[in-house]
């Protein structure tokens, strides 16, 4: 037998426990199990049978310790290969617009006044959907909205592609989803009749940039007259007519510490609609750095609205299981101009695309995009030897392609290599499964 690669040993509150990115399971252990288990990694893990052979069975049955011919590595490739090329879904993401109601400071689009489909691209996306649905393998079709703002010219742009989307998946008995990342400002009775009456929910990732004030500085209508009432409120309608919506809260240094009071908020949703529809996702903004207690206050934060019993993520990578849209060969992102993309979150400009949608609906890639992005992972060494290869794998196809290919910055890790934060990656896991547990019971 040998010590799975993908095990970590951590200790939380002076718990120990050993962790496998790979099955996603943890156990808790006594701390001279830990010191025993460490020498008998350095030493030779056969030893361990020999001294504690009920502890060595035991890691065994739970899958920390496997055959010594496991190719660990070739596992984690044939599961990259069957989530990432397989064909019997589509996930199209399109950008109705490149205009946005609000300016905030942080977004990387470069916003295009009255920019919004022709009836022309409404035709192209239309002979796309109509192709796509009508492969003999596809039984399943992901449509996202994303933007600029998506529901600024909802009635008019965007309603006629979900219309034709419905009418021919139904056609060709193909499953299908449709979901929006929105700022939230917009949702209306019209949206919510407009789904109900075609009989789909829609799910909706919405953002807060931190509690009430917070936000009103960072997203705005005018100077005096700020977005976090309204959007509150469109949440809870959408919560109440049964529509998933993932709540990100969009921190920095500056508005962390009583973002969890955005919890508080859903006190007057009952507890069933909240933990079914609701899912409050913490994320730092990028650009933001500094103030070395944030992971203290994130933490503070995500146990309070644990305790308001909303379902909460943080930091918490499923790359290979559940990888980005964009890893997959059966993805695009359509632009409001027929420009397509993969990503969608690097800048929408012509010479960021990698190709356009044809008269006829059908995607052409320029020099040679989607191959190279198919190709690109595994190539990076760190990774290959990596505890945590089954649940990053090295970011994503964008991270990738960014520093492997010429002009990049080369072998790279998301952490840094640090296994400090390699160990917070974990710590989340660890929490999220708890969470889990406890949510639940509850
Ligand atoms: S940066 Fe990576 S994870 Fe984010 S949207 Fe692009 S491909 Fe997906
Ligand atoms: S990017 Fe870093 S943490 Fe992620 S798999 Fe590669 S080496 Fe490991």
């Not at 999220?432 to 509850?442: K, M, R, T, Y």
Request: charged share 30%; aromatic share 12%; with cysteine.
């Amino acid at each position: 037998m040998k010590y799975s690669q993908f095990n970590s040993i951590i200790s939380i509150d002076n718990v120990f426990y050993l962790y496998n990115s790979f099955i996603q399971k943890f156990i808790v252990i006594d701390p001279l199990l830990k010191d025993l288990l460490e020498s008998a990694v350095i030493e030779g893990i056969d030893g361990l049978e020999e001294i504690h052979p009920d502890f060595f069975s035991y890691l065994k049955s739970e899958g920390f310790l496997i055959p010594k011919e496991t190719d660990e590595v070739g596992k984690i490739k044939e599961i990259v290969k069957n989530v990432d090329e397989n064909v019997d879904s589509f996930f199209l993401t399109i950008n109705p617009t490149m205009n946005c109601n609000f300016k905030c400071w942080y977004c990387y689009e470069t916003h295009i006044k009255k920019s919004s489909f022709s009836d022309k691209m409404i035709n192209k996306v239309s002979r796309f959907i109509e192709k796509t649905t009508q492969k003999p393998k596809m039984n399943y079709l992901s449509l996202a909205f994303f933007g600029g703002e998506p529901l600024l010219y909802f009635k008019r742009d965007v309603t006629p592609v979900i219309k034709k989307l419905q009418k021919e998946c139904r056609e060709n008995l193909v499953d299908y989803s449709i979901s929006f990342t929105t700022n939230g400002y917009l949702i209306d009775d019209y949206f919510i009749n407009f789904f109900k009456s075609h009989e789909i929910t829609p799910s909706l990732q919405i953002t807060l940039d931190g509690y009430g004030k917070k936000h009103d500085e960072v997203r705005y209508v005018t100077k005096t007259k700020g977005s976090y009432v309204e959007i509150v409120n469109n949440i809870k309608l959408l919560l109440n007519n049964g529509f998933p919506v993932r709540l990100r809260i969009n921190y920095t240094k500056d508005n962390i510490d009583d973002a969890y009071k955005i919890a508080d908020e859903f006190d007057d949703i009952d507890l069933k609609t909240k933990k079914e529809f609701l899912l409050i996702d913490l994320h730092r903004v990028w650009q933001d750095s500094g103030n070395e207690d944030i992971p203290n206050i994130v933490n503070k934060n995500i146990q309070y609205i644990k305790s308001k019993k909303i379902p909460v993520k943080h930091n918490s990578p499923n790359n290979v299981v559940e990888s980005c849209y964009a890893d997959k060969r059966n993805s695009v992102v359509i632009n409001y101009n027929g420009d397509i993309y993969k990503c969608t979150a690097r800048d929408f400009t012509k010479e960021n695309r990698a190709g356009y949608l044809t008269d006829e609906g059908d995607l052409t890639w320029e020099n040679d995009y989607l191959e190279r992005r198919m190709d690109v992972k595994f190539k990076n060494n760190p990774c290959l030897t990596c505890r945590l290869l089954p649940i990053c794998n090295g970011g994503c196809s964008q991270h990738a392609m960014e520093a492997l290919e010429e002009g990049g910055r080369g072998e790279y890790c998301i952490y840094d290599g640090d296994d400090k934060l390699k160990d917070d990656v974990v710590k989340s896991k660890i929490e999220e499964i708890i969470g889990s547990l406890e949510l639940n019971e509850a």
